[in-house]
């Protein structure tokens, strides 16, 4: 039998290093899907080099979108990266509408392969606030997706799986160990050192350590800072 076909939206971040395990194990071959968006740090797209590698897809296309010329974030624009802690209001790290225009790429990427499984990292517990992350939202983009596309108008169905959805950044630790994923070649700073090190005090870090210390295992990730 041909081996099932499964996007996965790919940033090089431990989510989507496991997002992309959890494909393989399901039995897809995996087709991975990273953007290039002009991000302020470009250590990020060779950690998902890395991890498509280990994860042994059956192709990785990094695709240059630059979504700095609309700004509007502190990822893409000359603007701070908060270090004071997580809160529960939507972080300057947020960047304008990502995720609703990265499914629209993966979608676009499997009609053309014959894919109908679409993988994304999202969390709704350890997320820092972010709108397009929610579950609601991946339950619209599904509905979307059979409606904007000639193989959903058609009848073939698209899923958008997040199998990470619901699971604490302790869960997905102890899922990449079970997995035989090395945590060590993914990346979540969102503002690394000069010497490529996780800076330890933004939000993205913050939960990062707590969740390897929750989960009990060890983490791999070099800390430039102590929270």
């Known amino acids: 039998m041909t081996q099932p076909k499964a996007i996965v939206l790919l940033s090089g971040g431990l989510d989507s290093m496991v997002c992309a395990g959890l494909a393989r194990e399901a039995g897809f071959a995996v087709h991975a899907l990273t953007v290039d968006y002009h991000q ?3 250590i990020e797209l060779e950690a998902a080099q890395r991890v498509a590698a280990a994860v ?3 192709e990785h296309v990094v695709m240059p979108l ?3 010329v609309f700004g509007g974030s502190a990822l893409t624009a000359d603007i701070d990266v908060p270090k004071d802690g997580v809160t529960n209001e939507i972080p300057v790290t947020y960047v304008p509408a990502r995720n609703t225009v990265f499914l629209s790429l993966c979608l676009a990427y499997a009609e053309t392969r014959g894919a109908r499984d679409i993988f994304i990292g999202v ?3 350890d997320y820092s606030g972010y709108p397009d992350c929610r579950p609601d939202f991946i339950a619209a983009f599904e509905k ?3 409606l904007a596309t000639k193989a959903g108008d058609e009848g073939d169905h698209f899923k958008i799986q997040a199998p990470l959805q619901h699971l604490t950044k302790a869960d997905i630790a102890k899922e990449a160990a079970r997995l035989g994923l090395d945590a060590g070649m993914s990346w979540s700073c969102y503002d690394p050192t000069e010497d490529s ?3 330890g005090l933004c939000d993205s870090c913050r939960l990062r350590r707590a969740g390897y210390a929750e989960a009990g295992v060890p983490d791999p990730t070099i800390y430039a800072t102590a929270p």
């Open 144 to 146: 979307l997706a059979d």
């Open 40 to 42: 302020r740090h470009r």
């Open 123 to 125: 969390n709704s517990l």
């Open 56 to 58: 042994g897809v059956a």
């Open 66 to 68: 630059d979504l700095s």
């Open 197 to 199: 090190k996780h800076c």
